[in-house]
């Protein structure tokens, strides 16, 4: 369903210096799998993320999502990919804040080539238990709440793939559990694979599939500045660039 290979991208630094952030040789991931990956801050994760949900372009390397080549697309091509194969909850959950919790789920589905479907909308914000705060909007939500309208709106368009990056990041540890159990049985019922990524141990001991990124990205970030340049002994680590 998903398929990575020599995947690499490369950003300028203020200098004029470049520096490789991800470098994955190959990653696949089967059709309804569910895949934590490990990673601290700065590993590039996100980039890896964004890459494969085709927001950026990489240098070079294959994403092939569902049969399509993502890297043959251009911008409004990757646009419809995305929208038709692809539901992406990021951690800060990204709800327009100026329309209600029903506006963001449909606004999500005008963008793909299914269009509007507001029977389908309202199901799935029943099913992560908000069909009462249809006409609220997100400042009127607690924080898991408005997580769950995030869930809703990835899955709403019946994707291929969801993506999640940091989702509990937001969440105290009271909401965490419960939120990846949605996540999890929603792309289940759907037949969504699931790719995540985290650096919380409470997070990912809720997959039964976890990988080190640094496992799968070539870059040393450990021993290198956040421009891509060898650290001089003793030099303590520094966050890099993601």
Partial sequence: MLIVRNL?????????AKVRVVDVAEFHLEPGAQVAL???????KTTFLHLIAGILRPNSGSIVIDGTEMTALGESGRDVLRA???G????TFNLLQGHTV???????????PGGVDGA???AMLDRVGLSHRLRHFPRELSTGQQQRVAVARAIANRPKLVI????????????TASALDLMKETCRECGAALLLVSHDDATLARFEDVR?????NRMDNASRTPWGQPRKPGEAPRRAVE
Avoid: C, W
């Fill in 8 to 16: 690499t991208k490369s950003f300028t630094t203020p200098e004029g």
């Fill in 38 to 44: 490990r990673g601290e801050s700065g590993s590039g």
């Fill in 84 to 86: 038709a194969k692809i």
């Fill in 88 to 91: 992406y909850i990021f951690q």
């Fill in 102 to 112: 029903l506006e963001n789920v449909l606004l999500g589905m005008s963008f793909a």
């Fill in 120 to 122: 389908r909308a309202r």
């Fill in 164 to 175: 999640a990056d940091e989702p509990t990041g937001n969440l105290d540890n009271r909401h």
């Fill in 212 to 216: 080190d990124f640094s496992a799968i």
